[in-house]
């Protein structure tokens, strides 16, 4: 199978790579899969024109990872042009090429889509109502790709993405923590935060799977983050214990932090379908973070 995977820079493009070259390496991997990843400059999802240069100049896919996407929460409240054409309206012209390719699409989605009030794990078939800009563009792009392709997409609802690759919590506190004597961080904003490594195993796990193989299966959403509810504020201390950063956290309200775009409550995700459906089973967040900054260490 030919498998585009978009993005390639970013936390999960990277997380992918790294999977498949350690599949590969292992001998895993045994079907002929092609890996092709890319990057803005061979496929710029903010140009209608560089999407259909790039189709129409390359052999048909099997399946497209859409790792790629406007991700800057803050930004998108001024730049919500830009995030709708890179979340929304490329994800229109994605399934459109994708059902002529009779390609698969395999693409990401937030947990900002929930407007956070909600006081049980959301579940996939809740009512969306995000409260801010990127969460609206990423709703639009879930909206487009389920209209478009009835069959043959899955979208994946994620949440609090961190690796050992570019700008993220970890790194963030990681650089703070180390140059301060104390911080306040919030801890009224509830969650899970999700390892790319390990969202980049289970997409691997689907891709072998039938139930995704099989052709024209209803296209769905699936929630997928690390298990355990925290707030920032534990997930900011919890990387300090482990770095043995003396740095002191405090906790303060989302008010007294107030930022462009407004951030939901809640946002635990309820994983029972995509384990189910594909028999993944998900680690707690805190050994995929200790896992995460033991790689981050040997880096250094
Ligand atoms: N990060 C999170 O906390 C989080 C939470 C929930 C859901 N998600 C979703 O999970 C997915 C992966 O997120 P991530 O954290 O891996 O994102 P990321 O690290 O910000 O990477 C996004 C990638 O998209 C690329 N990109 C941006 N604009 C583009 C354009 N116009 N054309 C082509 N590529 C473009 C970026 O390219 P450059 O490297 O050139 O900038 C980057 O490689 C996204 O769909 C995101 O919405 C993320």
Known sequence: MRILVTGKNGQLGRSIQKTVNADT??????????YIFVCREDLDLSSKSSI?????????????????????VDRA???AELANQINHLAIKQL???ANNQQAKIIHFST???????SNKPYIETDTPNPINAYGRTKLAGEKALQALMPINAIIIRTSWLYSEYGNNFVSTMLKLGKERDELSVVNDQMGSPTYAADLADAILEIIK???FRDVGQTTQIYNYQNEGDISWHEFAKEIFKIEKIECEV?????????????????TLMNKD????????KISNWSSSLNTCMTLLKQQQ
Do not use: L, M
């Open 25 to 34: 390496k292992i001998g895993n991997n045994q079907s002929p899969n092609e």
């Open 52 to 72: 259909s240069h790039y189709f129409d100049n390359n052999d048909k896919f099997d399946i497209i990872i859409n790792c790629a996407a406007y991700t800057q």
């Open 77 to 79: 409240e001024q730049d």
């Open 95 to 97: 399934a459109n090429i």
């Open 111 to 117: 947990d900002y889509v929930f407007d956070g009030e």
């Open 209 to 211: 799977h039938k139930k």
């Open 250 to 266: 405090n906790p303060i309200s989302s008010h007294q932090y107030p930022t462009p775009a407004k951030r939901p409550r809640n």
């Open 273 to 280: 379908k995509i384990v189910e459906a594909f028999n993944i």
